[in-house]
T-cell receptor, first 112, second 115 residues
């Protein structure tokens, strides 16, 4: 089954404790991206990657890191999480930014 | 810069009523793509439609229809004869060539269909 998976689905952590949210897709897509969803703001892009070893900032990259060492994986790293990073995070993949994006199920992160 | 505006925050209708969701976009590109996604209460994001800037034909898919008008920079979505299962948040989104096709979303419109 074609899908985008994210782990964990739910995470409660404390300020400053490094964490990684994994994202994996099995559709051989070149394009992957991370979004955060906050009430009243829709989804905002954090980082995107057009291919392996190619990543670029989205609209709200501060406080986040990503890497794209393999085509299928695109982890999101929060080196020192802060409460304002409490949000619902979605990973997505597609054949290109102009194509339909397939979204993962979301990761609800709470930073205390 | 590119921007998507969904002015309607919430819409509540009774089952079988029609509902139209407005989407206004801004971009300087001539090549761009518009999307609608649905987010039901379960939280996943479901792709509904993609339209490129060179195709202004309206589209109908079952009870869903889309009206793309470049002259007013709008890409409105209508649900005909709404059903309770249509209750969801609906997002309009835009990606443009000059912005590396980064996807910009509107704030979303919450549709509640009452039985």
């Amino acid at each position: 089954e074609a899908q985008v998976t994210q782990n964990p689905r739910y995470l409660i952590t404390v300020t400053g404790k490094k964490l990684t949210v994994t994202c994996s897709q099995n559709m051989n897509h070149e394009y992957m991206s991370w979004y955060r969803q906050d009430p009243g703001l829709g989804l905002r892009q954090i980082y995107y990657s057009m291919n392996v070893e190619v990543t670029d900032k989205g609209d709200v990259p501060e406080g986040y890191k990503v890497s794209r060492k393999e085509k299928r994986n695109f982890p999101l790293i929060l080196e020192s999480p802060s409460p304002n990073q409490t949000s619902l995070y979605f990973c997505a993949s597609s054949w290109g930014g102009h194509n339909e994006q397939f979204f993962g199920p979301g990761t609800r992160l709470t930073v205390l | 810069a590119q921007k998507v505006t969904q002015a309607q925050t919430e819409i509540s209708v009774v089952e079988k009523e029609d509902v139209t969701l407005d989407c206004v976009y801004e971009t300087r590109d001539t090549t761009y793509y518009l999307f609608w996604y649905k987010q039901p209460p379960s939280g996943e994001l479901v792709f509904l439609i993609r339209r490129n800037s060179f195709d202004e034909q309206n589209e109908i898919s079952g009870r869903y229809s889309w009206n793309f008008q470049k002259s007013t920079s709008s890409f409105n979505f209508t649900i005909t004869a709404s059903q309770v299962v249509d209750s969801a948040v609906y997002f309009c989104a835009l990606s443009a060539r000059s912005n590396d096709y980064k996807l910009s979303f509107g704030a979303g419109t919450t549709v509640t269909v009452r039985a």
